[in-house]
């Protein structure tokens, strides 16, 4: 079922979700930094627990461990910069929405011709 949605509503709407898609974005690349850093570090440790002579399986779950925060922050470097896209591409839908729809007020206020009253034009 379809609801009935102005176009004021859908420029807010439009831009809300910009603006989240924008948030999203900067928390995966933070998120990506936070791994690649945790990776480095979980390397590092299962290089001195090999040093020190530590079970082999130990040390290749700890390498394992690394990798896999390794690859889930390229992962979360890909999310972000697709939410950035996506909030790129919803702020110029809504700077395409207002150039294409705000116009109209604009004619009208221009017009030399008689409205009729702006209550037959409001929007339910």
């Known amino acids: 079922m379809a609801t009935t949605l ?5 420029k807010r709407e439009v831009r ?7 948030r999203q974005s900067d ?7 936070v791994l690649g850093t945790e990776a480095r ?4 440790i299962a290089e001195q627990i090999a040093a020190l002579k530590v079970d082999q399986a130990t040390v290749a779950e ?5 990798r896999t925060m390794s690859i889930l922050g390229g992962h ?3 999310f972000g910069a697709a939410a950035a896209e996506t909030g790129r591409w ?3 839908t809504e700077r ?7 116009g109209i007020q604009e004619g009208v206020d221009r017009s030399p011709v008689q409205m009729a009253d702006r209550t037959w034009y409001t929007q339910e």
């Open 6 to 10: 102005t176009h004021r509503q859908l």
């Open 16 to 22: 809300r979700l910009a603006q989240r898609a924008r």
């Open 27 to 33: 928390g995966c690349v933070k998120l990506a930094d």
């Open 41 to 44: 570090e979980t390397e590092r």
């Open 62 to 66: 700890t390498r394992e461990a690394a």
């Open 76 to 78: 979360a470097r890909v």
């Open 90 to 92: 919803a702020f110029a």
């Open 96 to 102: 395409q929405a207002k150039e294409t729809h705000d």
